[in-house]
């Protein structure tokens, strides 16, 4: 008998535990993405001395099964409970230690993560699909691959809208569903608190990281949602001088900040899910995953891709999209 097969778009953490889900149960799992790379919002930058991540800085679960899943990776080595020093507020008034239960760091790449949830699923990157027809995926190049038994999609709503001309009932089901940026940059500084997360009371900036990796004084600094709104359209550049210029202030730097990396998050958090763990189109076996369906959150997201993986396995006589 031939193997079932599926073919997915996005190799984010829904799509990646999706695909490792089916592929476990012996499916045949082809996985596109346009980037380099697996990860999406979990993807890495790479340096001399390691790496670093303008993604998800913290990974938290709030419900089993994915607690169970964070164990494991915590026993792996690959996650480790957020126990430094936390600090909350500004230099010019007063910094306040604060906590974040349940939540974890990755000691390893978290791109890596990714991969491991992947499992047997192929993954071919640098490969844009353009187009999301019944059991058929189309590429930028051209190609039309039409054996899948079922394709998935688990990219952001507003990637995915234009994908599904051929599929009008199933994209008029996703109108609704808006997100909220976040700029991301890596910054380098000597000074300000000695902390290991800054949570800052401020509007424009929202949260810094220090990394692992990739030398000293290194930090992930993520901008508010109405700083994002504000420089949506502006260069790099901009955004970058106008968030050090910030970040300055805030941390009472002496010294300018050095900017190595950005990072425009168009689709960061969303803010009008549709609810459920997926939305599909049964009679033409297409089916939508992600946080845009599911809501805000790498929890919402793996469990938005293992639940439709697990209710298509069970599925006896016809995929339960």
């Given at each position: 008998m031939a193997k079932l097969k599926a073919g997915i778009v996005g190799a984010g953490i829904a799509g990646a535990s999706c695909a490792g889900t089916l592929a476990a149960a012996g499916w045949e799992v082809d996985v596109f993405d346009k980037a380099h790379g697996a990860g999406g919002r979990l993807s890495t930058r790479r340096f001399e001395q390691g790496w670093?991540?303008?993604?998800?800085?913290?990974?938290?679960?709030?419900?089993?099964?994915?607690?169970?899943?964070l164990r494991d990776w915590v026993r792996q080595g690959w996650l480790a409970a957020v126990r430094g020093d936390v600090w909350q507020g500004r230099a010019?008034?007063?910094?306040?230690?604060?906590?974040?239960?349940?939540?974890?760091?990755?000691?390893?790449?978290?791109?890596?993560?990714?991969?491991?949830?992947?499992?047997?699923?192929?993954?071919?990157?640098?490969?844009?699909?353009?187009?999301?027809?019944?059991r058929t995926l189309v590429l930028e190049d051209?190609?039309?691959?039409?054996?899948?038994?079922?394709?998935?999609?688990?990219?952001?709503?507003?990637?995915?809208?234009?994908?599904?001309?051929?599929?009008?009932?199933?994209?008029?089901?996703?109108?609704?569903?808006?997100y909220r940026p976040i700029w991301s940059f890596l910054m380098r500084w000597e000074g300000g608190p000695t902390a290991d997360v800054i949570k800052f009371d401020d509007h424009l900036l929202n949260l810094a990281v220090r990394q692992p990796t990739g030398g000293d004084g290194l930090w992930a600094v993520h901008s508010s949602h109405e700083f994002a709104e504000t420089y949506l359209e502006a260069s790099e550049m901009e955004a970058s001088n106008r968030a050090a210029s910030a970040l300055m202030g805030l941390l009472g730097l002496p010294w300018?900040?050095?900017?190595?990396?950005?990072?425009?998050?168009?689709?960061?958090?969303?803010?009008?899910?549709?609810?459920?763990?997926?939305?599909?189109?049964?009679?033409?076996?297409?089916a939508l995953i992600g946080d845009g369906?599911?809501?805000?959150?790498?929890?919402?997201?793996?469990?938005?891709?293992?639940?439709?993986?697990?209710?298509?396995?069970?599925?006896?006589?016809?995929?339960?999209?």
């Open positions: 670093a991540t303008l993604g998800t800085p913290f990974i938290s679960a709030k419900r089993e099964p994915f607690r169970s899943q010019t008034l007063s910094w306040a230690q604060a906590q974040m239960q349940n939540h974890y760091r990755p000691i390893i790449e978290p791109s890596q993560l990714v991969r491991q949830l992947l499992g047997e699923a192929r993954l071919h990157t640098d490969s844009r699909v353009v187009a999301l027809r019944p051209g190609r039309s691959l039409d054996d899948y038994d079922c394709v998935i999609c688990s990219v952001p709503v507003p990637q995915a809208i234009p994908m599904l001309d051929a599929l009008p009932l199933l994209r008029e089901r996703l109108i609704d569903v808006r300018p900040v050095e900017i190595e990396a950005s990072h425009l998050w168009r689709h960061a958090r969303p803010v009008a899910s549709i609810g459920g763990f997926w939305v599909g189109d049964r009679e033409n076996r297409v369906i599911a809501g805000v959150g790498v929890e919402r997201a793996w469990e938005s891709g293992t639940r439709l993986a697990q209710a298509i396995m069970q599925s006896k006589e016809e995929l339960a999209l």
